[in-house]
């Protein structure tokens, strides 16, 4: 299919992409977006669609079913899964790009694509409760449930909760930084009311009690031992909540804190909040990454 498309299309080409810079998107993500909206363009040309607001779930489904049966323009084989995943998540940014900034709204369900790898499970809103219902309420227990707190509550990854550090939380202005993350961008997480509750608890009830009185200890979380927080020993207290909570769900999924982090994006995600701030609040680097919690929240 040829790639030229219309004065009409290109100013929207154009729109679009300025829209990302203006988002800071890496210029990677802006190229890989440009490609995929021009294909899908042109493709709307050849579908006889010349308006934006025209598009509806028929098209979108002829449009994946040509990308599924063309051939991979470097290799000769067929698309990838993740090349498709890619067209997909392009789209879902254009339709953001034009909700926002034109007012249209494309009512399309896009379909999922799934992963070469394992997609894990999300736990339900109801397993979360019971994760902080089964916290005892000694020093330990607070402790768990201001870990659960920033791994589900803030999405965060395992190593993010155990490097940082008691000034990254501003329990007034609600907000944690991440210093230190797996793509090397810092990043201010917002906290919600819970949240600020388990983390204020722990701060002023908890900590205080793991520190000897001659140690300046910087880490957030803190081990029995009055040192920063090891990442095993994170692993180690999720995995003794999830027995004390004695819900046999649980015995059919790999609980872990990287699952806290997917139940989170997935919760969000069916709260409404656009996928690209959803990407914001979990760090992704991609919207690629993003895109599993739309097959998720389905689920």
Known sequence: MKTHITKHYQTDLKDFTSWLEVLSYSKGTIHSAEQNIRE??????????????QINQ??????FNYLQNRSNQKT??????????????????????????????????????????????ALSIKEIKLLYDACEKDILGIRDSAMLALYYGCGLRRSEG?????????LIKGQLLVQKSKTAHQRYVPLSQGTVKHLEKYLFESREHFLASNNNE?????????NRMHKETATYRLNKLVKSAAYSPFNEKQV?????RHSIGTHLLQSGMPL???????GHKSLDSTQIYTHLATR
């Open 40 to 53: 899908f363009f042109t493709f709307l040309e050849h579908s006889k669609t010349f308006e934006l607001d």
């Open 162 to 170: 155990t490097n940082l550090n008691v000034t990254d939380v501003d």
């Open 76 to 121: 000769g084989g067929g698309l990838s899964p993740t090349t498709l995943r890619k067209h997909r998540s392009s789209l879902v940014l254009v339709f953001q790009h034009l909700r926002k900034t034109r007012s249209i709204s494309i009512k399309v369900e896009l379909p999922f694509i799934a992963s070469e790898r394992n997609t894990p499970d």
């Open 218 to 226: 910087q880490s957030f979380l803190v081990s029995s031992r009055g």
């Open 276 to 282: 690209e701030d959803i990407a914001v609040f979990l």
């Open 256 to 260: 872990s804190i990287h699952v806290l």
């Open 58 to 63: 028929p098209i979108i489904d002829n449009y």
